[in-house]
Structure formats: C-alpha cells, structure tokens
C-alpha cells in the first residue's frame, strides 16, 4: 500500500499539477470514444495499451470480460454499465477486448481450478458456450493452442450476449453503434481483432478498424499468428 500511497502523491505533483486545464476540463464531463470491456487481470492495463487519456475510455471490467445475456427483471452492473454507455454518454463503439495467459479462461477448461470459489464458478458458466464449442470444433488441439482459443471464442460469445442487450440492439439497428472483438496477446503487447469475412483474428494495423458485427455463427480454424 505504501508504494500506491506514493504513487498517489507523485500523480498530483508530476502529473495533475502540470496539466491542471485539462482535468479542470474532465471535471466538467465526459465523452469517452469507446466502451471498454475487458477482463479484471492486473497485467491489462487499457488506457496503457491504447495510449489512451484519461476521458478516452469508459472501461467495464471484471472476471474473464464477460458480458451476461440480457435477462428481463434481473439488475447486473454490467447491463446498467452498457445502457449508461450507449444512451447516457453517447458512446458509439464498444469493444470486447481478451487476454492471452487469462486465469478466467483456464478455470473454464479446469472447473477444478474454483472448487472452492463457488461464485466464481457461477459466473464463469457464462463462458460455458465458449468451452463447449472448443471442444466440438478444436478437440485436435492441446496445451497452448487450445488455451488461445478459448480465450478467442470467449471474446466471440461475449459479443453475442452484448447483441441480446436491447440498448446495443436498437443502437445496431440505427447504425450508431459498431462493435469490435479484440485479445490482446500480454507475451508481446499486440492486439488482434476479428474479422467477421476471414473468421479469423489478425493483428490490428494502424488505421485499421475492423469490426465483428456480421461475424458466422460458426468460425474458422483459429488465427496461427495469435
């Protein structure tokens, strides 16, 4: 804690004092560029992968970024989260964004890995579709192969849950919103994303926007280069 507590300190000398303006500027308001979703791993740092500034990103985070279907009736931060996005601040991109090495996905494969962590448990059956259709479509892969795409698939499911959310649903429908399914590989800081027309994730390149909308219900083999 002293090491955050100093960090603190350093914060309001060496970076707000100097650019003062701009954050009087962020305490008027906010227009984030992009809905961010992505797993709670300490190792993935959003604003630091995107160089993003403070204000850029309004970033949803938790166990395996999930996003839980729509359920009428049932309140979740995540659904309140997306709504407050779209509608409150206007956002019109949202991203779903993996993680290579994601303690979240390698529980999904082993459920021995939360035998005791029975909450944990109940909320990774959410990924549940992305185990079963590894398992159906990828039973020739083993070890790291595999590992990656679970994580991939999962980005992909998680997409799908976001689409049964009626705010993301009647965005789409108005051609306001476009969604994007990233993994972010930690062993060498690149991002991939899905392109719906090859089936596949491909490095993201400068100046290239690729989206998932239109993306099968049944990929392709799993991008060697992830």
């Known amino acids: 804690m002293e090491r955050l507590v100093s ?8 970076v707000f004092a100097p650019n003062l303006a701009f954050f009087r500027k962020l305490a008027d308001g906010q227009t984030p560029q992009a809905l961010f979703i992505t797993c709670s791993d300490s190792r993935v740092v959003p604003d630091l992968i995107c160089q993003a500034d403070p204000g850029d990103l309004f970033v ?5 970024n999930i996003v839980p279907p729509y359920t009428p009736g ?11 996005a779209i ?3 206007g956002i019109r991109h949202v991203v779903v964004c993996g993680h290579t090495r994601c303690g979240a996905m390698q529980a999904v494969a082993d459920p021995q890995c939360t035998a005791s962590m029975p909450r944990v448990r109940q909320w990774l059956d959410h990924a549940q579709a992305a185990a079963e259709i590894v398992c159906g479509c990828y039973n020739h892969l083993t070890g790291e192969a595999r590992a990656k795409v ?4 999962n980005v992909l499911v ?10 993301v649903a009647a965005a789409m429908a108005a051609d306001e919103l476009t969604l994007h399914a990233w993994v972010y590989k930690m062993e060498t800081g690149e991002v991939f994303a899905y392109d719906p027309v090859s089936g596949q994730f491909a490095p993201l390149l400068v100046g290239e926007e690729v989206t998932a909308e239109y993306a099968p219900s049944r990929r392709a083999a799993v991008a060697q280069a992830v």
């Open 158 to 167: 998680q997409l799908e849950h976001l689409r049964t959310h009626p705010t």
């Open 87 to 89: 509608r409150g601040l």
């Open 60 to 64: 949803l985070r938790n166990a395996g």
């Open 150 to 153: 679970l994580v991939q698939e």
């Open 7 to 14: 960090g603190i300190h350093k914060f309001q000398a060496d």
């Open 74 to 84: 049932t309140p979740s931060g995540e659904a309140a989260t997306i709504e407050y």
